[in-house]
């Protein structure tokens, strides 16, 4: 494979798409369109329309936020983190990944506004000087959540436009059509010269080295938001380290998702590579045992700590009204993961997108489960009457509205920018050759 | 008078030994055109440790610094005692402060990184040949009029492909 070659390959993908693009982008956009008449909705007749009922406050939404701030962890995982082990099979996946990142934060960070009841008051969260003289109080993980995920966001953006610079600069040198000009202003006059590449790969490295401590703790923020109250099933010192490895389980599943039809799509079979969805379901498998450890923790700590409230909420998590959902998510994040320790399994990519489907239903059906089946059996046995909260066609309206604005933004994306970093497949030519360079793992330099 | 001329070259190691060459007998100033980084060439040019780290630094510190006075400001600003807690509460600031830190640390390296590399610029590219975002490696050279001669014979020898003249 040579320069040449990639830089064709890869900018081909940018070339106008076909009429089953437009087809599935108007079906998107009809579905966000849905979503924003469900949140009209919400807006004119409240928060009761989205099934919320005391003590269940927190709901589908509040599951939605976790489970896509979830999946954006994977991306700094891959992009960030590989990155600092020296892992050169992520060059291939690593761009996905990223973007797979932004648009998930992206998404994430809508929930917590449709979720409020009064969401044109938002801004309130930020601490700024006003004529109320308040200011917001910073004792509380809401507003540690804000300053998580703004950081977590702005962070990701910029990461992934750094290492678009160069090839949006490549993009501009050899795409001759009407969008050059666009090209042009997104290369930021980009030349390639030595000088820039020096600070570029400088700058690469911090990203890198800033991101990781950030994707650990952002999903710590997220978690915090429930293990600070006092909430039984919510209030567990183990939650931080589980919601890592939850998310970066989900996220994985995700990129897997995504992967799989795209490169099909693009035709870059040979670019993602076989070997690369094996590393990714290897990962698959770690963060999966990390999770199912967690879980029989949980169980445990629960038995253990011989308090009747904590286990009154786990027996009614295990045998109660959302009993069903509870060994769902058991059954697909800890059980059905582990099929991948077989070699053939790992490498036949329908089995690999079958196990991460239900991977993503298993994660989603987790943050589902910790909220309602803990909100609903609080400490006031009046509160435990079945059916206090049922989901909406609100809430199901916005959540189908949030997975089809994800996916809008990314198909738009892949047309627009190239899907796999050209320059580091490049550099990744330039290096000796070993028997396999999807799994070699060069000294760090 | 000082002159400019570009060697094209077809792989990275042509190209770094072409720059050897040149700051070996010391006629002219370098500048390389590349696809990639490549280590070739910054070894060749014996490249100083990027200053990004240096923004970074100040960028982290100064987030630092601002995650603790922000929330421990308005603390004192507005004091709400709950709880008989202390208003200062520290380990809860620990948080702001952390985010602060690598949102600053990275907004401050980005910026370093524009300013040194000269981003965004608007004025016209010194070379415009599409080929170095491709799989072409230049190698533009600086230098008296009377040394045209030595650095045309150190790129030719290197293996350029062709060498052009630049005004």
């Known amino acids: 494979m040579s320069y040449s070659t990639i830089n064709g390959d890869i900018l081909r993908t940018l070339r106008m798409p076909g009429p089953a693009y437009w087809g599935v982008l108007t079906v998107l956009v009809a579905v966000v369109l849905f979503a924003v008449y469900a949140f009209w909705t919400q807006t004119q007749l409240g928060l009761g329309v989205a099934g919320y009922e005391h003590p269940a406050l927190w709901g589908i939404y509040i599951t939605n936020f976790v489970f896509w701030v979830g999946i954006a962890h994977s991306g700094t995982l891959i992009s960030a983190v590989l990155f600092l082990f020296r892992a050169r099979w992520r060059t291939a996946v690593a761009r996905a990944a990223e973007t797979m990142t932004v648009f998930a934060v992206m998404t994430a960070g809508l929930f917590p506004i449709i979720h409020i009841g009064r969401p044109w008051f938002f801004y309130w969260l930020i601490p700024y000087p006003n004529e109320r003289n308040l200011w917001v109080n910073f004792r509380s993980p809401l507003v540690w959540d804000l300053f998580a995920i703004t950081t977590y966001l702005t962070v990701s953006a910029l990461f992934l436009f750094i290492g678009l610079v160069p090839d949006i600069a490549a993009a501009r040198d050899h795409v001759k059509d009407w969008r050059r000009p666009i090209y042009r202003v997104l290369a930021i006059g980009w030349q390639g010269t030595n000088r820039q590449w020096r600070h570029y790969n400088s700058l690469y490295g911090f990203f890198a080295a800033l991101a990781t401590p950030l994707v650990v703790s952002v999903h710590s923020v997220v978690s915090w938001d429930f293990a600070m109250s006092i909430l039984p099933g919510w209030h567990s010192t183990i939650f931080a380290p589980y919601f890592v490895a939850g998310a970066i389980l989900s996220g994985v599943a995700m990129v897997i998702v995504i992967l799989i039809p795209l490169r099909k799509w693009l035709g870059l079979e040979e670019y993602i590579r076989i070997s690369h969805f094996e590393n990714l379901a290897k990962l698959l498998i770690l963060t999966s045992l990390i999770v199912g450890y967690a879980y029989l923790t949980e169980y445990f700590i629960a038995w253990y700590s011989n308090n009747p409230f904590e286990q009154g909420t786990f027996l009614d998590r295990m045998f109660g009204q959302y009993a069903p959902f509870a060994w769902t998510m058991l059954i697909c994040n800890a059980l059905i993961p582990l099929v991948l320790f077989v070699k053939k399994m790992r490498t036949n990519l329908v089995a690999l997108f079958i196990v991460s489907i239900f991977v993503n239903i298993g994660m989603w059906l987790e943050r589902f489960v910790i909220i309602v089946s803990s909100l609903t059996h609080d400490f006031d046995p009046a509160n435990w009457t079945d059916g206090v909260y049922t989901p909406t066609w609100v809430e199901g309206a916005i959540t189908a509205g949030s997975f089809a604005m994800f996916f809008l933004l990314f198909l738009l994306f892949v047309r627009c920018f190239p899907a796999i970093s050209m320059t580091e497949m490049k550099e990744s030519v330039d290096q000796p050759a070993e028997s396999d360079p999807a799994t070699a793992w060069p000294a760090p330099v | ?167």
């Open chain 2, 1 to 167: 008078m000082s002159m400019r001329l570009l060697g094209v070259f077809d792989d990275g190691l042509k190209a770094a030994a072409a720059v050897t060459a040149v700051r070996d007998s010391n006629v002219g100033e370098v500048l390389v055109y590349s696809p990639t980084p490549n280590h070739a060439i910054d070894r060749a040019l014996d490249v100083k440790v990027s200053s990004v780290r240096t923004f970074t630094l100040v960028g982290g510190l100064l987030g630092c610094v601002s995650g603790f006075a922000l929330p421990i400001y308005t603390v004192l600003d507005w004091p709400l005692i709950t709880g008989g807690k202390s208003l200062i509460s520290i380990p809860a600031f620990v948080v702001i402060a952390f985010e602060l830190t690598i949102l600053f640390g990275a907004i401050a390296g980005f910026v370093g990184f524009l300013g040194l590399s000269g981003l965004p610029s608007l004025r016209k590219k010194t070379v415009d040949d599409p080929r170095f975002s491709n799989d072409r490696f230049g190698v533009l050279v600086t230098f008296e009029e009377s040394h045209r001669e030595t650095v045309l014979a150190h790129l030719r020898d290197a293996g350029a492909e062709e060498v052009n003249g630049h005004a």
